[in-house]
């Protein structure tokens, strides 16, 4: 009776030594995989679990995840770079209750095919995270000149952004003044003189909804609330 005592006392310290030294690199490979079965694939990608103590990860719970790619696909979003930590993160579940990071030259197209890179800042609730997104004004620029060249035939010359929801557009010799908000569908619209033009739809692989904007002469700002918690299952 005494030997098995013996034998399973030490079968415990020995599982208890595993998994406080060799968790959080154990765990860190348990994300990874996590992550590929989620439709993430990136050209590098470094992930690093903590868990105080280090016994919770036993039970799939850790402190902090942080994860750093470059290169990234998931699912259908394409990104440059990728700075994600996650807080109070449920491993069997693939929650957490908290994030913040950069989702960096994430690509999608606009409206009329235009390719659009934006960089999403962003932190809060996992589920609802304040989301701040700046898109370049060339290419809200580009894109507002397509979208009027195909709601009324005619292209103009230039479109210029101004503070704080002005979108400025040249046609021949006349200047038209557009104000920018958001439609109820989450697109991206100027209004001007009664007629309503879509500069940007909304992008499903991004999954934000937005609530507000704002210009500068050289982005546009786009702030929402981003679920990163739908990225993780």
């Known amino acids: 009776m005494r030997g098995c005592l013996f034998v399973i006392v030490i079968a415990i310290v020995f599982l208890t030594g595993a998994i406080w030294f060799g968790g959080p690199p154990l765990a860190s490979a348990v994300v990874t995989s996590s ?6 694939s990136s050209e590098t990608l470094d992930v690093e679990v903590t868990a105080e103590p280090p016994l919770t990860l036993a039970i799939g719970r850790a402190n902090t995840i942080a994860i750093d790619a470059t290169g990234v696909s998931w699912n259908s979003l394409k990104l440059d770079s990728l700075s994600l930590n996650l807080r109070s993160v449920d491993l069997i579940a693939r929650t957490a209750k908290s994030a913040d990071g950069r989702l960096g030259g994430v690509r999608f197209t606009g409206a009329g095919g235009q390719p659009v890179v934006a960089n999403v800042d962003l932190s809060g609730p996992a ?88 210009v500068t002469p050289t982005e546009l700002e786009l702030r929402g609330t981003i679920d990163v918690s739908s990225l993780l299952r």
């Open 127 to 214: 589920d609802a995270a304040r989301a701040t997104i700046t898109v370049d004004a060339v290419t809200v620029s580009t894109m507002a000149l397509a979208a009027f060249d195909a709601d009324f035939g005619v292209r103009p010359s230039s479109a210029t952004l101004i503070a704080p929801d002005i979108i400025q557009v040249k046609v021949g010799g006349l200047t038209l003044t557009g104000h920018l908000s958001i439609a109820k569908d989450g697109a991206i619209v100027a209004t001007a003189n009664g007629s309503t033009t879509r500069i940007l739809a909304p992008d499903p692989s991004l999954p934000v909804r937005l609530t507000g904007l704002a």
């Open 35 to 40: 992550l590929a079965s989620s439709g993430f």
